[in-house]
């Protein structure tokens, strides 16, 4: 049982957490780890903030150890952090080895003459904990430059990444003959065309330049397309009233609805590809 005493001392900086609330005494650190569930409370990092705390080891090696923690979990609110991450996890306290147990020394003992053999000992002692703080300090960095990297993504624009995990389509027209609805899969990942229609009607796509589909299109039969990364697929349009190509024919509007889903998450629902286009815009270019 930790005393009152041990648990209401304060940590050696405020820190803030994205699902605790901010955390400022070792007593609140305890609570934090018994509200974070088994599977994170058993991780190695966390194992050695518990056992340094039933030590009850000094304030500065656990707060040093529960922000490490903190961060390896990616629960660090950096935007909350009163001074750079650089500078908070510059270097771990004095004597804390990197397994997290205090490197505590062996009881005094009655003085003797140095030799040889206790100069040796002493100098691949010091080198062992330098060495150590070095693995501490690297640890620590390449745990802020991991929260850094995601707090960078994550403070990406909302459009930046929606337009990008979306198919691009546009209308293709090559000739008299040959009128397409061009998807591309621009993502890295498989993309489900679930559904395209038209309002109004007077233009349809087909799934194919087959009679068949040309025929399935025509009487409103439904189809899907399985996109792999990179592909580019043409979906053949298909004008119902061929007057309204004619160069005085009045102007004809209509839409293309794309639904579709990413192959990783069919289940989430995707916003549709919307194309406003005339059917006069179908009309091939001049020679």
Same mark, same amino acid.
């Given at each position: 049982?930790?005393?009152?005493?041990?648990?209401?001392?304060?940590?050696?900086?405020?820190?803030?957490?994205?699902?605790?609330?901010?955390?400022?005494?070792?007593?609140?650190?305890?609570?934090?780890?018994?509200?974070?569930?088994?599977?994170?409370?058993?991780?190695?990092?966390?194992?050695?903030?518990? &056992? $340094?705390?039933?030590? !009850? =080891?000094?304030? /500065? %090696?656990?707060?040093? *150890?529960?922000?490490?923690?903190?961060?390896?979990?990616?629960?660090?609110?950096?935007?909350?952090?009163?001074?750079?991450?650089?500078?908070?996890?510059?270097?771990?306290?004095?004597?804390?080895?990197?397994?997290?147990?205090?490197?505590?020394?062996?009881?005094?003992?009655?003085?003797?003459?140095?030799?040889?053999?206790?100069?040796?000992?002493?100098?691949?002692?010091?080198?062992?904990?330098?060495?150590?703080? &070095? $693995?501490?300090?690297? !640890? =620590?960095?390449? /745990? %802020?430059?991991?929260? *850094?990297?995601?707090?960078?993504?994550?403070?990406?624009?909302?459009?930046?990444?929606?337009?990008?995990?979306?198919?691009?389509?546009?209308?293709?027209?090559?000739?008299?003959?040959?009128?397409?609805?061009?998807?591309?899969?621009?993502?890295?990942?498989?993309?489900?065309?679930?559904?395209?229609?038209?309002?109004?009607?007077?233009?349809?796509?087909?799934?194919?330049?087959?009679?068949?589909?040309?025929?399935?299109? $025509?009487?409103?039969?439904?189809?899907?397309?399985?996109?792999?990364?990179?592909?580019?697929?043409?979906?053949?349009?298909?004008?119902?009233?061929?007057?309204?190509?004619?160069?005085?024919?009045?102007?004809?509007?209509?839409?293309?609805?794309?639904?579709?889903?990413?192959?990783?998450?069919?289940?989430?629902?995707?916003?549709?590809?919307?194309?406003?286009?005339?059917?006069?815009?179908?009309?091939?270019?001049?020679?």
């Amino acid at each position: 049982m930790l005393s009152p005493a041990y648990l209401s001392t304060k940590l050696t900086s405020p820190l803030p957490t994205k699902d605790g609330g901010t955390l400022r005494t070792i007593g609140e650190a305890c609570e934090y780890m018994a509200a974070i569930g088994k599977e994170r409370e058993l991780r190695p990092h966390w194992q050695q903030v518990r &056992e $340094l705390m039933l030590q !009850e =080891a000094d304030v /500065a %090696a656990v707060s040093w *150890r529960v922000q490490l923690a903190v961060l390896k979990d990616a629960k660090l609110d950096v935007t909350a952090l009163s001074e750079p991450i650089e500078r908070w996890m510059d270097e771990p306290p004095p004597g804390l080895l990197s397994d997290g147990k205090l490197n505590v020394g062996e009881k005094s003992e009655p003085p003797t003459e140095p030799t040889e053999s206790n100069e040796r000992s002493d100098s691949d002692s010091k080198e062992e904990r330098h060495r150590q703080e &070095e $693995l501490q300090q690297a !640890e =620590a960095q390449r /745990a %802020a430059e991991e929260e *850094r990297r995601r707090q960078k993504a994550e403070d990406k624009p909302f459009w930046d990444r929606f337009l990008a995990a979306r198919p691009v389509v546009s209308i293709a027209v090559e000739s008299k003959s040959h009128r397409f609805l061009r998807c591309k899969n621009v993502t890295k990942y498989d993309i489900m065309i679930k559904r395209i229609r038209s309002i109004p009607k007077t233009v349809v796509v087909a799934r194919d330049p087959s009679l068949i589909a040309f025929t399935d299109g $025509l009487i409103g039969v439904p189809f899907t397309a399985l996109m792999p990364p990179d592909a580019t697929y043409d979906f053949p349009l298909i004008v119902r009233r061929g007057e309204l190509l004619d160069d005085n024919a009045p102007r004809s509007r209509f839409m293309i609805i794309v639904s579709w889903r990413s192959a990783r998450s069919i289940w989430m629902p995707r916003w549709p590809v919307f194309i406003w286009c005339s059917v006069q815009t179908l009309q091939p270019p001049e020679s």
